[in-house]
């Protein structure tokens, strides 16, 4: 592959602490582009006012170079596809919308789970309330895509074919939600789009959201980028790595006094990248010879670093 052709992206959102769970989805997405000869892009998913915080960017940036991390263009460092702050990025957002066929919607969350007998936590499938018009024209109205019909199927690279259809098993999704945030779906959409991504590779957890990105990209005419979904860190219970399994976050390595290069070992351990006899590398020097297709994921005790942090 020509070095130009890639252009990969690292898009965390600055609503907590990078876990070890988002460093090893960025070594990795670092990895394939460095592997390719490619370039990173770093973008701060910001669109949620509510929960982004700049302290909070700041800190995940120290903490990705800390790792030995670097990306070409991104808010700290500048570049030609900018700005890179969805929270900047907004006039892009309505300029997408207004070429999309959408209605508004006044439905609550809640609302939506009671008609639908959803469990918590769980997105029902929206089945058109408002699709005539907002029931409710007097509360704050949410925007929604007129999804059209049809199977999509995207070729992962990790996953293999995903097969769903959108308008049936998810519906007419959110572009914009009530409280006037872009959502996700949308951002990710134009971003990807207006910074020449030509792949991306994120966590598993978003696997499901990418056939309505795919239709999106189809429907505004832009191209769809090569996907990899990583598997996520699982704790001993098969649950998402969390601070509640022993597992401190990568601020808490970097102040606690870790060598980043024990970080990177254990992360590369965790994913059959290196001998389990390997307790120190750099992140550079897995590049050599790096190829997606041969992450195997292994278990590890990620309760080692909380000791690494002291020694
Ligand atoms: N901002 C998303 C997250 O932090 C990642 C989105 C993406 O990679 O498409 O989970």
Known sequence: MPASIYRGRYAPSPTG???LGNAR?????WLDARAAGGALVMRIEDVDHQRSRADLEARLLTDLRWLGLDWDEGPD???SFGPYRQSEREDHYAAALTRLETYQCSCSRRELREEAHAADGEE???RGTCREGPHHPERPLAIRWRTPPGVVTVDDRLCGPQVQDVAHEVGDFLLRRRDQAWAYQLA???DDAEMAITDVVRGADLLLSTPRQV???RALGWPTPRY????????PDGAKLSKRHGAPDLSALREGGARPERVVALLARSLGLVDARVEVIAARDLIAGFELAR??????DWRVLADAARS
């Open 228 to 235: 990899a979904h990583v598997p996520l860190i699982l704790g």
């Open 295 to 300: 992450i195997r994921p292994v278990a590890v």
């Open 188 to 190: 990710v959409v134009v």
């Open 25 to 29: 989805t960025a070594l990795l997405a």
């Open 124 to 126: 029902p499938v929206y």
């Open 77 to 79: 460092v500048g570049g």
């Open 215 to 217: 239709l999106l990209q």
């Open 17 to 19: 602490r990078l876990h």
